[in-house]
């Protein structure tokens, strides 16, 4: 029987050239993986290393630990060999480098079923496996806290981001342990797990079993796991909500029906500086250089782990992102343009009736890092509403950030949103104001204070 659609009028897909063909890359295995506490919100800058430079690890071995969650472990996603510990600003660790070896060995763990396993030896499972870092806590978007049931575990099974991969190809061949990996999350919360799938969605989605379907249709950022709970069981003060990526929800899986956390990564390799297009299976914190290296069309490019609305820009030899499935070469927009608000310029993916290429909804357009602009007088224009699907007004919202009014931040929804949320606001924004950074500041200060 069809379900109801939930149709989403507001927003808007940033048509892009540069889509990965539906096909696996024969690109080397990456020799390099790394573990980035700044991935994940809320951690201490200095966290507690179980191992040092020189020492060897096996794939799913705890390799460091959040002093103020002890019994939640970060474990390294390949066997070999700690070769470097990079440290910033008062010695704070950015990432923890693993020289991946040719052979994978595991650390094994004790399998359980995931259709009977009690709630607490699940949750002891996953924390001293590293997987519990594989699942998000709303409102903040941080490590869950084990203390804490959630209220609901919910999951988008698709992505309308930027050149945004397909989610079939990201879980091919490993559909049972999707599902055992939600079997898993029923046991975990005392709610229901919500599925956001899309009219098209394939069966290993739309007829999973033991969750909640529910379908979303519309422009980006239907696709964002925010949205769906949104208009599924809104998020209020006091709950927690988990959200979890489809192809973490098969890690889960399978370290309950195999006892090993083998954090698979189905990349998708985007962005029309790309020379060759398409999938690769590599590790969580892999390196990029085997996906890019000798495959962009020009040197001057911008490497970004994830989408270019959300993601990270990184080095040619940079890593993956922890929750990145994506990587996104775009050109470098570094070359000012003479007078470019004046003049007739190159057709580009905007909300402006300015641009004629506004006219061709169906157009994809060549992009680059240009922000065509500066930082400006924050005026009132009504264009964060246009991209925002969700009861909220974003803009009202961002300035009680930007003046500190807790109260009004509570009562405007912040609780709802994450930077994902806002992207587009920041994308459509005439002032150039760093939407995504004021919400985190937010969420930061409310976490803190609250």
Request: glycine share 8%; with cysteine; hydrophobic share 40%.
């Amino acid at each position: 029987m069809e379900q109801n659609v939930i149709r989403l009028r507001r927003g808007f897909d940033i048509r892009m050239f540069g889509e990965a063909e539906p096909r696996y890359l024969d690109r080397a295995p990456a020799a390099l993986c790394a573990l980035k506490p700044t991935d994940l919100h809320g951690l201490a800058p200095i966290p507690k290393l179980h191992v040092g430079e020189g020492d060897e690890v096996r794939a799913g071995q705890p390799v460091f630990f959040d002093k103020g969650m002890p019994d939640v472990q970060f474990s390294s996603p390949v066997s070999g060999e700690i070769v470097e510990v990079r440290r910033g600003a008062k010695r704070a660790i950015r990432e923890v480098v693993i020289l991946a070896d040719s052979k994978m060995t595991f650390q094994e763990y004790s399998a359980a079923d995931p259709a009977s396993v009690s709630r607490e030896r699940a949750a002891a499972l996953l924390q001293e496996s590293g997987a519990w870092t594989l699942i998000r806590e709303r409102p903040y978007n941080i490590v869950p806290d084990p203390s804490r049931v959630p209220r609901d575990v919910f999951v988008s099974c698709f992505d309308t981001a930027p050149l945004a991969p397909d989610a079939a190809m990201l879980v091919e061949g490993r559909e049972e342990a999707f599902q055992a990996g939600l079997r898993v999350l029923g046991r975990l919360t005392d709610g229901a797990v919500h599925l956001g799938v899309r009219p098209d969605s394939p069966p290993v989605f739309r007829q999973a079993q033991g969750v909640e379907v529910q379908v979303f249709a519309g422009p980006h950022p239907a696709g964002n796991v925010g949205v769906q709970i949104h208009h599924t069981r809104p998020i209020n003060k006091g709950d927690a909500v988990w959200t979890v990526k489809p192809q973490d929800v098969a890690v889960i899986g399978r370290l309950f029906t195999d006892g090993v956390f083998d954090p698979e990564r189905t990349v998708a390799v985007t962005g029309d500086e790309i020379l060759e297009s398409g999938y690769v299976r590599t590790r969580l914190g892999a390196s990029i250089q085997p996906l890019v290296d000798g495959n962009t069309r020009h040197d001057h490019v911008r490497f970004i782990s994830g989408n270019v609305l959300t993601g990270t820009r990184v080095e040619p030899d940079g890593f993956l992102g922890l929750f990145d499935d994506q990587v996104t070469v775009i050109e470098e927009g570094d070359t000012p343009e003479f007078m470019g608000w004046l003049l007739p310029s190159y057709a580009r993916p905007s909300i402006s009736r300015t641009f004629l290429s506004t006219f061709f909804r169906d157009r994809k357009f060549h992009v680059n890092s240009n922000m065509h602009g500066e930082l400006r007088a924050y005026v009132m224009t009504g264009q964060y509403e246009r991209v925002v699907p969700m009861d909220l007004h974003p803009q009202h919202l961002i300035k009680s950030i930007m003046v500190g009014d807790f109260d009004e931040m509570e009562g405007l929804g912040i609780y709802e949103v994450v930077e994902e949320d806002l992207a587009l606001c920041e994308f459509v924004c005439t002032s150039k104001q760093p939407v995504q950074r004021i919400l985190r500041e937010g969420l930061d200060a409310l976490r803190v204070e609250g």
